[in-house]
């Protein structure tokens, strides 16, 4: 049976077709008040602005828009300003969503921070929030809104952020936290310095390139054991840098600390403080003792992630919207701008 439209003038069903408009609109009769009409309508009409909208989440500028579209600049610049000063509702059941990675971009500097999470399994964000800073103070309570609306994840891949590490297991007490194997090597080598200035460091820089290949329980085992044989190895050069005393900055301490009894007066005194390089190489020996209890959860469950490389890459995607580096938005449409952003491509995944 076919679907008929209600007269707009007298409610009536008993309504057909009778010929186009000028302009090439359907016009309908209705067989009861004798009336012909047509219908309006008008979220068709803003369906198709929002083809343009999306088209400037992705990327295009408003030149290529106008171009595509054939409205003006000024036109499209009122619509977008329209659409991001819209209210995005975030009322989404997030219980789905099991195997999270997490991680922060800073804006502007340092003064505002984007902290996302994203789903593990098909790289798609889920939620995000603009905060002051990543620390535990504005993670904890975001997290806590996440969790009233469904969400009880099993596993989250982090940087190693020890507030962020807190915030997690406040929330999810029975949450694993797997570390990031990446950001575990690229501090590593920041620390130790390339080229290595000294044995150890060469001997750990080798150790921690085959870091993100280990695949199996025995692999693991190779690592744990080479790492504790480095250790071995390097025992009295550890014993004589933990002796040394600790201090910010030597030479500030070789100036103004003349009046106490450990006063430091040439170059050869100057060896018994312990150099940052000295420091930096006791503090990359640590890490992996620190971080080995989260570094490889990842062998009993396949679907944790190892790494927060998918969500770094998403930050450079958040990177290339125009109106990122302050061109043409305040900043509060700026921040509106990249909530759209994350709120459009987590709609559109769900919709593939």
């Known amino acids: 049976m076919k679907r008929r439209l209600k007269c707009v003038k007298c409610g009536s069903k008993n309504t057909k077709k009778k010929g186009k408009t000028s302009s090439g609109k359907q016009r309908y009769y209705c067989l009861d008040c004798k009336a012909s009409f047509v219908i309006k309508r008008p979220d068709i009409k803003q369906r198709n602005y929002r083809v343009w909208f999306n088209k400037y989440l992705e990327g295009y500028t408003l030149k290529q828009i106008s171009q595509l ?15 991001l000063n819209k209210p995005i509702s975030n009322n989404v059941d997030l219980s789905e969503y099991k195997y999270l990675i997490f991680d922060g971009k800073y804006l502007f500097g340092r003064k505002y921070c984007l902290i996302v999470l ?34 009880e994840p099993k596993s989250v891949t982090i940087d190693g952020l020890i507030t962020v590490r807190k915030a997690f297991k ?16 690229l501090q590593i080598i920041a620390w130790i310095r390339i080229p290595p200035k000294t044995e150890p460091g060469r001997d750990l820089v080798n150790l921690i390139k085959g870091l993100t290949s280990i695949n199996t329980t025995r692999q693991k085992s190779l690592f744990i054991q080479a790492y504790n044989n480095l250790i071995l190895k390097h025992r009295q050069c550890f014993k004589e840098l933990n002796n040394k005393i600790y201090t910010d900055n030597f030479r500030k301490h070789i100036n103004y600390n003349k009046s106490n009894k450990d006063k430091y007066n040439s170059r050869k005194d100057i060896t018994k403080i312990r150099t940052s390089t000295e420091r930096d190489l006791i503090k990359a020996y640590n890490l992996i003792k620190t971080a080995y209890p989260n570094m490889f959860h990842y062998l009993k469950d396949n679907n944790i992630p190892i790494t927060t490389s998918p969500l770094e ?14 061109c043409g938005l305040t900043k509060d449409n700026l ?17 593939k």
């Open 313 to 326: 890459g998403y930050f450079k995607q958040i990177q290339k919207l125009k109106g990122f580096d302050h």
């Open 170 to 185: 406040t929330v999810f007490p029975e949450i694993i936290i797997q570390r990031c194997l990446f950001h575990i090597k």
């Open 118 to 151: 994203m789903n593990a399994i098909d790289n798609k964000p889920i939620a995000s929030k603009i905060v002051k800073s990543e620390t535990r103070k504005y993670i904890e309570p975001w997290l806590k809104e996440l969790k009233r609306n469904g969400l």
């Open 69 to 83: 579209s054939g409205y003006s600049t000024s036109f499209l610049w009122k619509y977008i300003n329209k659409q």
């Open 335 to 351: 921040f509106k701008l990249i909530e759209h952003k994350i709120t459009y491509d987590f709609n559109k995944k769900n919709e």
